[in-house]
């Protein structure tokens, strides 16, 4: 039988809102804090919503359902959420200060021998671990979007991260219905990395007049089996993220992760994906339209 945590989620965006639900729906008591004012609530408003369609389709129970909302709730400051929690993850934006300083405001009020997750797609587990002042408990929990679909979830072992917060994150894992891989430490881990580099070429593609964005997602759904295209992934994921983990991983790593004109364009314009309601696509009721 899995162990069950007090589960404290750090972010409330689209990740962090999957994140939660999951570990809900495995039993998890979890709570739920977001910066945005008012964004945690609409996380468990949208979280029912999503549960109640599930019921709806014949996926879900009436039982698992309520089970699920049971074990949600939301708090008005990281503190809060994270009082004597066993695992805190933060989803937060891609910014090494900002991960730090969320850990930091919360280390002194989590249970003894609390593990601290990060759901970052790239940026160094170790130096995370360093700068919180905990590198044995601190371990990369990378998921994939969106949370309550994806079957992946990526634990990443940080230089310090100890043989007992690898066994009970990858525990936590298997617990949540997932199947965990286990990836050391490196720039990028191992999925970053090669979902970037698929979706730079798919941009330089575009760039280039190759084909269109559709026909190229098209192309790699019914040719390659990939649930979803690289450019309709690059929107759902946000082309802000996607730029910042590309800056990282060339400054890491080398110019094969230039990040390509089209992209940087775009996050300039403000066309940053599904949630400004374009960036390859056009969203419309939270489903992509060409352009």
Known sequence: MSTKYTVAVLGTGTMGQGIAQVAAAAGHATRMFDAGEGRAKAALTAIAAQLEKLVQKGKVTDEARAATMKNLSIGPTPKDVCEGADLVIEAAPEDMALKVALFEEVAKVVAPGAIFGSN??????????????????????????????????????????????????????????????????????????LGVILGCEAMRMLESGVASAEDIDRGMELGYRHPMGPLKLTDLVGLDVRLAILDHLTKEIGEQFRAPPILRQMVRAGKLGKKTGEGFYRWVDGAPQPK
């Open 120 to 193: 970052t797609s790239s940026l160094s587990i170790t130096e995370l671990g360093r700068r919180i002042g905990a590198p044995e408990r601190t371990v990369g929990l990378h998921f994939f979007n969106p949370p309550p679909v994806m079957e992946l979830l990526e634990v990443v072992r940080g230089l310090g991260t100890s043989d007992e917060t690898v066994e009970r994150s990858l525990a936590f894992a298997r617990g949540l219905k997932k199947t965990p891989i286990l990836v050391r430490d490196v720039p990028g881990f191992a999925t970053s990395r």
